[in-house]
C-alpha cells in the first residue's frame, strides 16, 4: 500500500515552454503532498505545501508564479514549471501524507527528471 | 541555514559488519526524525524514525539512536548487506509546533556502500 506515482517520469522540453507534472497518490487519499527538488548530489529541497482545495504554501526564495502548484482532489497534485530555463532542469519529488495514517509519514514518487534545452 | 547536517558525504563497509551514519541537527523545536534510504532516480522510501520522547528505536538490522542533548541521531544498520547500498537521507520535522505542516527537512545524504 501507500504508492504514490508521478509522471511524467522524464521530460526533456524547450527553454521557454512550460511542463507540467503529476503526482497521484494510487491507494489512499492525501490531503497534503509536497514538492521537493533535489540538485545532483544534494538534499532534497522542500519547495512547497500542498493542501487539497487551497493555495500551496511556497518555501522562501521559491517562485510561486515560476512554479504553479495545483491540488484538485484528494489523490492528485499538479506542478507546473511555466517559462521553464536551463537552470530549471533538476529531478523533482513529490510525496503525498495519508489522510488516514500518522502525521508524521509521508510517501515519495518515484520523481520527474526535467531537462531544460 | 541548514538546520539538519549529514558531515559524512560517503561511507564504505564491508558486507557483515556494522554501518553507522550519522546526523546532526540545530533546531531545538523538531521533535521526530526519520531516516530514508534513495537509490537513484527514485524516490526516498522510508526506514526508520523516532520521537524526542524515545532514545532508540530498533526494527530489525536497523537501529536509530538520538541523542538530544548533543542534538545528535544516528543509524546503524547490522549486519551490512550489499543491497543497503543506497543514499541516506535523515530529516527531521516540528510536529508539535503550532500550525506545523508535518513538512519534512533533509539532510545532504550520506551514500553508503557495502562491499561483498
Known amino acids: 500500500g501507500a504508492v504514490v506515482s508521478q509522471h511524467p517520469s522524464w521530460v526533456i522540453c524547450k527553454s521557454g515552454t512550460s511542463v507540467k507534472i503529476e503526482c497521484r497518490s494510487l491507494?489512499?487519499?492525501?490531503?497534503?503532498m509536497f514538492w521537493y527538488r533535489q540538485f545532483p548530489k544534494q538534499s532534497l529541497m522542500l519547495m512547497a505545501t500542498?493542501?487539497?482545495?487551497?493555495?500551496?504554501?511556497?518555501e522562501q526564495g521559491v517562485e510561486k508564479d515560476k512554479f504553479l502548484i495545483n491540488h484538485a482532489s484528494l489523490t492528485l497534485s499538479t506542478l507546473t514549471v511555466t517559462s521553464a530555463h536551463p537552470e530549471d532542469s533538476s529531478f523533482y519529488i513529490c510525496s503525498a501524507r495519508d489522510l488516514g495514517g500518522r502525521f508524521y509519514e509521508q510517501y515519495f514518487g518515484p520523481g520527474t527528471r526535467l531537462t531544460v534545452t | 541555514d541548514q538546520q539538519v547536517k549529514q558531515n559524512s558525504p560517503s561511507l564504505s563497509v564491508q558486507e557483515g559488519r556494522i554501518s553507522i551514519l550519522n546526523c546532526d541537527y540545530t533546531?531545538?523545536?523538531?521533535?521526530?526524525f526519520l531516516w530514508y534510504k534513495k537509490y537513484p532516480a527514485e524516490g526516498p522510501t522510508f526506514l526508520i524514525s523516532?520521537?524526542?520522547?524515545?532514545d532508540k528505536n530498533e526494527d530489525g538490522r536497523f537501529t536509530v539512536f538520538l541523542n538530544k542533548s548533543a542534538k545528535h541521531l544516528s543509524l546503524h544498520i547490522v549486519p551490512s548487506q550489499p543491497g543497503d547500498s543506497a543514499v541516506y537521507f535523515c530529516a527531521a520535522s516540528a510536529l508539535s509546533g503550532s500550525g506545523n505542516t508535518g513538512k519534512l527537512i533533509f539532510g545532504q545524504g550520506t551514500t553508503l556502500q557495502v562491499k561483498p
Open positions: 533546531n531545538s523545536m523538531f521533535d521526530y
Open positions: 491507494d489512499f487519499q492525501a490531503t497534503t
Open positions: 500542498s493542501n487539497e482545495g487551497s493555495k500551496a504554501t511556497y
Open positions: 523516532i520521537s524526542s520522547i524515545k
